[in-house]
C-alpha cells in the first residue's frame, strides 16, 4: 500500500497569504504526428464484479474507472505531481477550506452536462452509500470533508482538520452522474446499479472511454467517448484510440504467451515474468516487441496472516510476534530473488519498497536468513520437535502448520509460496498451500476463513497518509484484522496515533521521523511478511506508441487516453 524521491506536497500552503493552482493537463509531449483513431487491445488477469469502483477495490474495478471515469484532479503516476483535471483551479486561505473550479463545458458519455451537484453527489455516495469501499479515502482522522456547491461551476471543500497531502486525495474520488444514480442511491441499492447482471452500456462516465461489451469470462469492450474532455498539447481531442478491448486472461502465463504471439497489445499489469525475459528480449531483438526498464517497482507481494481473535483459535501460535519473526529470520529472501525472480528483485523487509525513496526507511527492522534464530524463536514459545521427525509440534501436541491462500495461475506468487513451503519446512514448520481464484480469496478474507494470503496490491499513492486505510486498525483495508471497534492491541494503538500525527503535520520531515517509527514498529510486530522488491520490465507490442510508463499498475493505462497505434498496423 505504498505507493519514489519526489515532491509529495504539491499544494504548498503558506502560513499566511493564499495558495492557487491553476493549469492545463496536457498529453505527453512530443505527442505531434500521432494519428488519432483505430484500436489496441490488452489483457486483465481478473473480472470485475462490480464496474463501479465506489463498491469494489480489485484491479478490474480500477482499470474501468480509469478507462470511464474521471476525477477533479489527479496524481501524474510517472511524476507524483498533483495535475488539474475536472478542476480547473483551486484557491485556499487556510489550508482548510478550498474552492475549487470547475472546468467549464464537460459533458458526461450521455450527453449530460457535469455540474457542482454531481460533484457533491459523489462526495455523498462515497461516504454513505451502502456497500462503499472509498468512503475512507474521503476521512481524515475519522471525520469526512465537506462539500457544497458555491454554483454550478464552483464547489467549496472543507477538511475537518490540518492534512498535509490536502488534495491528493481528489485522486481517488471519481465524479459520478447524479442524473444517473440519484434514484439507486435514495433507494440503497446503488451498489447493484453497474454489475455485470445489467446492461454494460448503463455505465456513464467523464472517462476516456465508454464500457460497451462485457462477455463474462472473455472480454471487457470500451469505446471512445466523443465527449471526453481532454485534448492534447496539439489541441488534438483525446482519447487518441477509437476502441480497448481487454480480454479476460486468469493465467499469467497464458497472458505472456498472448503478447509474444501478437494477440494482444499490452497487458493491465503490463510487467513480464522473470521467467519470460529472455525470450522476451529476443523478441525485442527482432523488432516484433518494446522493452521499457521500469525499475524497482512499488507493488510487492505479502503474505499476512489472519489475527482476527478466533475462539477457538486452531492455530494460536499464528498470534504470537515471535513465531512470525522466525517465519519471516527463516525466509531465504535472497534465494526467492535468484529463484523466483531470476535476480529481477531485492530482498524486502516492509511494505515500503526502496523506489518510494521519501518515505521509506532504511533503519526499519531487518531479518537476514538465519534457520538457528529461527528456532530459537520457536522454542521460546513452547514449540518443539516432539516426535523426532523434524517438524514442530506445540505443548498440546498439534502440528505446526498453517494454510496460505494464493492465486491460482499467478506464477510468482504459485513459485514464491512453494519456496516458502521448503524453507519454512527446514524450520519445522508445514505450510500447505491453497490455490483459488481472487474472488475465491477475497470470500475466505471477508469471513476471516483462512490462517494467511499470499497476494499483492496495486500500490494507490505514495504519500503514507494516503494509504490511511491500511495503517489504521479501525479501516476494513486493515488487512490482518479490519474494522477493528478499537484497536486490538497497544502497537497498533500506538502506529495509529503516529499515523494521525503524520497525516497532519505541516512539516515534511516530521512526518519521514514519524513514519519511520511506524514502519519500525510494523517491522517488530510483522502482522505480515514481504520478500522480495521486484524489478519492473514493461512489455508492448510496437504498433502502440506514446507510451508513459508508470511504477503502479496498471504501468501502460493509467494514462489509456493518450495511446496510439502506428497507422496502418494490423490489429490483434
Known sequence: MARPSRALLV????????????????????????????????????????????????????????????????????????EPALAESWTTADGLTYTIRLRPGVRFSDGAPFTSADVVFSVRAALEAPGSVIGSYLQVAGKPVSVSAVDPQTVSMTF??????????????????????????????????WTPSRPATE?????????????????????????????????????YLDRLTVAIVPDQGTE??????????????????PTDYARFRRLRDEGRLQLIDGGIGLDPNVLWF??????PDPRPWLHRREFRQALSYAADRQSIVDTVYLGAGVPLYGPITPRNATWF????????????????????IGLADRTGDGMLEDPAGRSVRFSVLVQQGHSIRERMAAVLQEQYRAAGVGLDIVGLETGAIIQRWLKGDY??????????????????????????????????????????????????????????EERKRLFAEVQRIFGEELPALYFVAPKVTIAASRRVQNLLPAPQIPQLLWTAETIAVAPGSRQP
Open 11 to 82: 499544494v504548498l500552503l503558506a502560513a499566511t497569504g493564499l495558495a492557487a493552482c491553476r493549469s492545463e493537463p496536457t498529453a505527453r509531449e512530443g505527442s505531434a504526428g500521432l494519428s488519432p483513431g483505430g484500436a489496441a487491445s490488452a489483457s486483465l488477469r481478473s473480472e470485475p464484479g462490480n464496474y463501479n469502483r465506489f463498491f469494489e477495490a480489485t484491479a478490474a474495478a480500477e482499470l474501468i474507472a480509469l478507462l470511464t471515469q474521471s476525477t477533479l484532479a489527479r496524481i501524474n503516476r510517472a511524476t507524483d505531481a498533483l
Open 160 to 193: 475537518p482538520q490540518p492534512f498535509a497531502p490536502a488534495l491528493r486525495i481528489l485522486d481517488n474520488l471519481r465524479i459520478l452522474p447524479r442524473h444517473k444514480l440519484q434514484a439507486p442511491f435514495d433507494a440503497g441499492t446503488m451498489r447493484d446499479a
Open 203 to 239: 455505465v456513464t462516465g467523464l472517462g476516456p472511454f465508454r464500457l460497451v461489451e462485457h462477455v463474462s469470462g472473455q472480454r471487457l469492450v470500451f469505446d471512445r467517448n466523443p465527449h471526453y474532455w481532454r485534448r492534447d498539447g496539439n489541441g488534438v481531442a483525446l482519447p
Open 256 to 273: 505472456a504467451l498472448r503478447l509474444e504471439s501478437g494477440a494482444i497489445d499490452l497487458m493491465v499489469n503490463a510487467d513480464i515474468p
Open 306 to 311: 489472519n489475527l482476527k481473535p478466533r475462539k
Open 361 to 380: 526507511s532504511p533503519s526499519a527492522p531487518v531479518y537476514p536468513h538465519d534457520l538457528g534464530k529461527a528456532r530459537q524463536l520457536l522454542e521460546s
Open 451 to 508: 490462517d494467511s494470503v499470499l497476494h499483492g496490491f496495486q500500490v494507490s499513492a505514495t504519500d503514507p497518509a494516503m494509504t490511511l486505510d491500511f495503517w489504521l486498525s479501525s479501516s476494513p483495508q486493515h488487512f490482518w484484522n479490519p474494522s477493528q471497534p478499537s484497536p486490538a492491541t497497544p502497537w497498533e494503538q500506538r502506529m495509529d496515533e503516529l499515523m494521525l500525527r503524520q497525516a497532519s503535520s505541516p512539516s515534511l
